[in-house]
């Protein structure tokens, strides 16, 4: 039988190097591999090329990793949660290659499916596809480094000519995924919001690394609610029910507000 269990998520990541290429899983701080980022932390991995649709926050999630200087390139959809990220990608410490979020998710899906570049019209007409959008600033606010423009093509699609801009799949050394729960053979199925990124990341990282919250053996999962087979999956960690999970930003209507107020006398 196939096992890929490991014994903790520091052993599973013991072996990714300095200047790795990771694709990792999460939205927002929903489905993120905490465990698998706080061991890569604690081993002092550097010089890191993270693809990913966000950074965390200043201090959960991949902001842990950002914060100790860990990562040197983010290729992301959106930043705007993460002050420190701001800062270092203004100063010049950090580049950024800002990607829309459909095309991150496909060209993650792509790089796991062995197709090298795909056209879409996304960003037909904007600096994504003309070039020029600062990928890296130098020390004195100057662009040191503007992003490439890319090859743009008309097809006629439904009837119709339009423009489509070449986009390149995305394929990393390692990929870290957060499930809710998966076998010995690597077959994973997530719950609810963590089934955003997850997924196809794991999918484009030739190693792909999961902790999950529950490791059931092969058979017990039904083959129907499979979200991610195992053939993508390389190792796996279980880390438990009970490992933290963040809110990024708690909102309650006005009523429940109400109603969580104290009595006078209480």
């Not at 926050?57 to 991949?62: E, F, K, P, R």
């Not at 993460?82 to 459909?102: A, V, Y």
Request: glycine share 10%; charged share 25%; with cysteine.
């Amino acid at each position: 039988m196939i096992d890929k269990t490991w014994g903790s998520a520091a052993d599973a990541v013991a072996d990714i190097p300095d200047g790795a290429s990771l694709a990792v899983g999460g939205f927002g701080l929903s489905g993120n591999p905490i465990a698998l980022i706080e061991a890569l932390l604690a081993q002092g991995t550097s010089d890191l090329s993270i693809v990913s649709n966000n950074c965390g926050v200043d201090d959960w999630g991949l902001g842990v990793l950002l914060n100790a200087k860990r990562i040197r390139k983010m290729t992301s959809s959106y930043v705007g949660e993460n002050k420190e990220f701001e800062r270092q990608f203004l100063t010049g410490e950090l580049e950024l290659e800002l990607t829309p979020q459909g095309t991150l998710a496909e060209k993650l899906r792509a790089g796991g499916s062995g197709i090298a570049a795909f056209y879409t019209q996304t960003g037909v007409g904007t600096q994504v596809a003309e070039g020029g959008l600062p990928r890296k600033y130098a020390a004195d606010g100057s662009i040191a480094v503007a992003s490439p423009a890319k090859d743009v093509r008309r097809f006629d699609m439904s009837g119709a000519a339009r423009e489509y801009v070449l986009e390149e799949a995305i394929v990393t050394d390692f990929a870290l995924v957060h499930a809710l729960r998966g076998d010995r053979h690597g077959n994973l199925v997530f719950n609810k919001a963590a089934r955003n990124f997850n997924p196809l990341a794991a999918m484009a990282g030739r190693v792909c690394i999961a902790q999950v919250e529950e490791l059931v053996e092969p058979g017990e999962l039904n083959p129907d609610s499979i979200h991610l087979p195992g053939i993508y999956v390389h190792r796996i960690v279980e880390v438990g029910s009970d490992i933290e999970k963040r809110i990024e930003r708690r909102t309650v209507s006005v009523s429940q507000a109400a109603s969580r107020e104290m009595p006078e006398g209480a």
